[in-house]
């Protein structure tokens, strides 16, 4: 079942359900919400201090970074691009026993325009069921060649980042974004100890464990290069308005991107398409 509803003005929620989940994703932003498999809690994170007002990031759940990650090239832009601040259309939908998918577009504006000169068509198709299948595609419908680094930028709840490891990077090499940018490689599964802010170069694979509850969540990518390990921790949690000071302990963010140098070319008329997918109780 599909069931559409107005969490404030302009923040517009479908609600997603069948026998293996429940996931809710706002029209605002394509924004994924929440993800929760039968039996259990939400896979998902979202602040009690996300603003749901169209023009500002919803804090949490799974934010699409796109056109751009992070701060824009001359830093005047929205951070991590304005795909997350757009209104984005269904388009289709598909329900069967144990797996409902949507497919959402957003489209150029007159504001999308002066951000981004560019004509494109975002797709994202959202799978709900024993696992949460993300694809997001980009198409270009310009007759120049456009750059895009993108990210899904999920936030995983977790009972405590002090108990929470990322299993699958052992040996890959990473940017460390925290302070002066250094590059370094990885022994053993990631844990926070303090702000964390690193890129995981390759493309491989994870999983995030969390140790109190025993539930593990693989995070499977395809199309992705780079995986975004980030959790605030202490002064920069806060430091964030739209984010209370103690949920550090109860987030940690694991990002299927392609960022930094990883951007990539999509030609007029091509397109891209990226895949994200969250298995619960799988490494
Ligand atoms: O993905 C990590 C990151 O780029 C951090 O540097 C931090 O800026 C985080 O994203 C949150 O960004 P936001 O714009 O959602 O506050």
Not at 80 to 86: E, I, N, S
Not at 257 to 279: E, I, K, Y
Request: glycine share 8%; proline share 5%; with cysteine.
């Amino acid at each position: 079942m599909i069931t559409r509803t107005t969490l404030s003005p302009g923040i517009t929620v479908l609600t997603l359900e069948n026998a293996s989940a429940t996931a809710k994703v706002s029209l605002y932003g394509g924004h994924v919400l929440s993800y929760v498999p039968k039996g259990q809690k939400d896979v998902l994170f979202v602040s009690e201090k996300s603003l749901f007002e169209p023009g500002k990031p919803i804090r949490g759940g799974i934010p699409v970074c796109w056109p751009w990650f992070g701060p824009s090239a001359d830093k005047t832009l929205p951070i991590h691009g304005f795909a997350r601040l757009a209104q984005w259309n269904l388009v289709s939908s598909e329900e069967k026993e144990d797996r409902t998918t949507i497919v959402l577009e957003c489209l150029p504006t007159d504001a999308t325009r002066v951000l981004w000169p560019h004509d494109f068509r975002l797709l994202l198709s959202v799978t709900a069921g024993k696992s949460l299948e993300l694809a997001l595609t980009t198409e270009n419908a310009g007759k120049e060649t456009i750059r895009v680094s993108d990210a899904l930028h999920t936030y995983f709840s977790i009972a405590d980042a002090r108990k929470v490891s990322v299993a699958g990077f052992d040996g890959a090499r990473y940017i460390d974004r925290v302070g002066e940018r250094t590059e370094r490689d990885q022994a053993g599964e990631v844990t926070i100890v303090a702000e964390t802010d690193r890129v995981y170069l390759g493309g491989k694979d994870c999983s995030v464990i969390d140790a109190v509850t025993g539930r593990s969540v693989a995070v499977r990518k395809d199309g992705f290069t780079d995986t975004v390990i980030w959790n605030p921790w202490i002064e920069k949690a806060k430091a964030m308005p739209d984010f209370a000071d103690d949920e550090y302990l109860r987030m940690i963010c694991a990002e299927a991107g392609s960022v930094l140098g990883n951007a990539f070319d999509v030609a007029p008329g091509a397109s891209v398409t990226q895949r994200m997918t969250l298995v619960p109780g799988a490494r």
